[in-house]
């Protein structure tokens, strides 16, 4: 029995080494494949912000860049927005929180709380201020007999789901204008037809719009009281549409769908000559263009590298020669410029809950896209 007990005691010992030895090895083997984990997880960050810093590297001709509204706020999402003419107020759309149509906000840059303009009842777009800063335009459907009725089936502006940006022309649209707090409000259209994407004059004497009211979507220019209605296009099939007075009064910027339906590109008109003048066509859907201060460049948005990624991009109106200004992998789009052209605000999706949003930065004009100036004594 002696030996027999002495022979399991030593089986035992042997079998207690080899499990020792087995864990020891696993644990290793553990420890090795955490580690393995660990540097790709690592390898994937470094790519990431890799891949962020080129991005950021890439808008050098953006500065300072900040967001200005959050859903914190109360908004789904808010964009289109507009300086004031002193560069210290944004005006804007946004939709309310549990809400389906845009109303319009102002917001102080520095202060960030933002201010309800419109009704809060019906659909808004397009506010935009006079030159003086003492009057603001804005389009809105809150006087629409059915308004409480009409209830928003889709949501406007740009989609997550198809990756698009998507506008509804609705009805009882009409233009108002107001103390650029929302008080004195006074309607410039009437009717059922839609009239909206308005913006003053230089001097704030004219508005230009667009409007339905034809049976085909045209742009028109009228007298800051509503009076006086001038057509600028008359097509009878597409959208014409997005309309500002250049820096001078001398042309309006413009998109349309001539060549193929929601296939937007971006023209001008001359206001002398009534002549349309092409100035995109890069098998992309180009939209939303706006006037940089010195009348020769103009910004505008752009699905050059997929609906998924809407970028900004500047534009040589003289030299035809453009640059990107915007490299991120989502929505950046309707940008405008302060009076000056040193700011530029635009919505964007690059914010950390992903929702369209409105930022501003310092803006750098490249050297590139300045105009060569011919001195007429040498010509």
């Not at 250049?246 to 023209?267: F, G, V």
């Not at 001008?268 to 706006?290: E, K, R």
Request: glycine share 6%.
């Amino acid at each position: 029995m002696k030996n027999h007990n002495s022979c399991n005691l030593k089986q035992q010992c042997i079998l207690l080494d080899s499990i020792e030895k087995d864990i020891k090895y696993k644990g290793k083997k553990i420890m090795r494949m955490n580690c393995y984990a660990l540097i790709i997880i690592a390898l994937l960050f470094k790519l990431f912000l890799g891949i962020q810093s080129k991005e950021k590297s890439l808008e050098h001709l953006l500065r300072n860049i900040r967001q200005i509204t959050f859903p914190s706020m109360g908004f789904e999402k808010a964009g289109e927005s507009y300086f004031s003419p002193d560069g210290k107020t944004l005006i804007f759309q946004a939709v309310p929180t549990g809400k389906k149509e845009y109303q319009i906000y102002s917001i102080d840059i520095q202060k960030g709380k933002p201010q309800l303009i419109s009704t809060g009842r019906g659909a808004c777009t397009c506010a935009f201020f006079r030159s003086d800063g003492k009057k603001i335009i804005f389009a809105s459907s809150h006087e629409d007999p059915n308004v409480d009725e009409n209830n928003a089936s889709d949501v406007p502006g740009y989609q997550r789901d198809t990756n698009k940006y998507v506008w509804k022309f609705t009805p009882y649209m009409n233009i108002y204008e107001a103390n650029p707090d929302g008080s004195e409000r006074k309607a410039l259209t009437q009717g059922p037809a839609y009239k909206a994407e308005c913006a003053y004059s230089s001097d704030g004497s004219r508005i230009v719009f667009a409007s339905n009211a034809s049976g085909s979507m045209n742009l028109y220019t009228m007298q800051s009281d509503g009076t006086d209605i001038q057509p600028v296009t008359d097509t009878k099939n597409g959208y014409n549409g997005g309309p500002f007075f250049s820096p001078d009064d001398s042309k309006i910027l413009y998109r349309a769908d001539y060549e193929k339906q929601h296939y937007l590109q971006i023209y001008y008109i001359d206001n002398t000559t009534g002549q349309s003048h092409q100035l995109t066509m890069n098998g992309a859907v180009n939209w939303a263009p706006f006037w940089h201060p010195n009348g020769q460049v103009i910004v505008f948005t752009t699905s050059l590298h997929g609906h998924h990624q809407y970028e900004l991009y500047l534009l040589n109106i003289e030299t035809n020669v453009s640059r990107r200004l915007t490299y991120n992998a989502s929505f950046d789009g309707l940008a405008s410029f302060n009076r000056q052209g040193t700011q530029i605000t635009w919505t964007s999706k690059r914010g950390p809950d992903k929702t369209c949003q409105i930022f501003v930065a310092d803006f750098i004009m490249p050297k590139k896209l300045y105009t060569p100036k011919i001195d007429k004594d040498m010509e």
